[in-house]
């Protein structure tokens, strides 16, 4: 979903007529924060994905980690609208996650449905502990679980939450906003002296 909202949001800003180069020049405030939180999320995931038993056992203190420096970078650049909605899909995943002792709840009924046999068994038997089902999961955080699906015709199927769409849509506005920067910029009149040294515009 994070890839579908930033290629929709280059689309966008293409068709209203942004710059990409502008995507290359904009700098989050703290962005090395940024950096390390996605680092460390994707990391924590690939060591689960292998069965890495310290990263399984202290996988709560390592999201919380990686999302208080997400949500530092997030808080420092409020300044631009479509941040809030990155940052409240960011806090729906996180209570997801913290409320459920560090897994993620999912619905395996979608699974099966779409055919994550492999996702579904690996679940079913503990070896992706950072999912849960979606009945085991902790009161309201069912209704922040991946409970939802691609169409059918989408080519590259995947289940995501409330909290995804958040983000996506977050990322979207944000992509296309960045690329409209300096869109308006109208030349700057030069100065010209003549012979007598009297200005002109």
Request: cysteine-free; charged content about 15%; proline content about 2%.
């Amino acid at each position: 979903m994070i890839f579908e909202g930033l290629i929709l949001g280059i689309i966008v800003g293409k068709l209203r007529g942004g710059n990409v180069r502008n995507l290359g020049k904009f700098m989050f405030k703290s962005s090395f924060l940024l950096v390390f939180s996605l680092i460390l999320q994707l990391g924590t995931s690939i060591l689960i994905s292998i069965g890495y038993e310290k990263v399984i056992d202290n996988r709560m203190f390592i999201y919380i980690v990686a999302y208080i420096m997400l949500f530092i970078v997030l808080f420092l650049n409020l300044g631009r609208g479509s941040v809030w909605f990155i940052l409240i899909g960011a806090i729906a995943n996180f209570a997801a996650i913290v409320l459920n002792g560090g897994s993620m709840p999912i619905d395996v009924a979608i699974l099966e449905k779409m055919n994550f046999e492999n996702m579904l068994q690996s679940i079913k038997i503990g070896a992706m502990p950072n999912y849960i089902d979606i009945n085991e999961a902790y009161s309201f955080t069912i209704y922040l679980a991946k409970r939802f699906a691609t169409p059918i015709w989408y080519p590259f199927k995947q289940i995501f939450s409330a909290g995804d769409i958040g983000i996506s849509l977050g990322l979207l506005l944000f992509t296309q906003g960045i690329m409209q920067l300096n869109r308006h910029h109208y030349p700057s009149k030069i100065l010209k002296f003549d012979y007598r040294g009297k200005m002109k515009l």
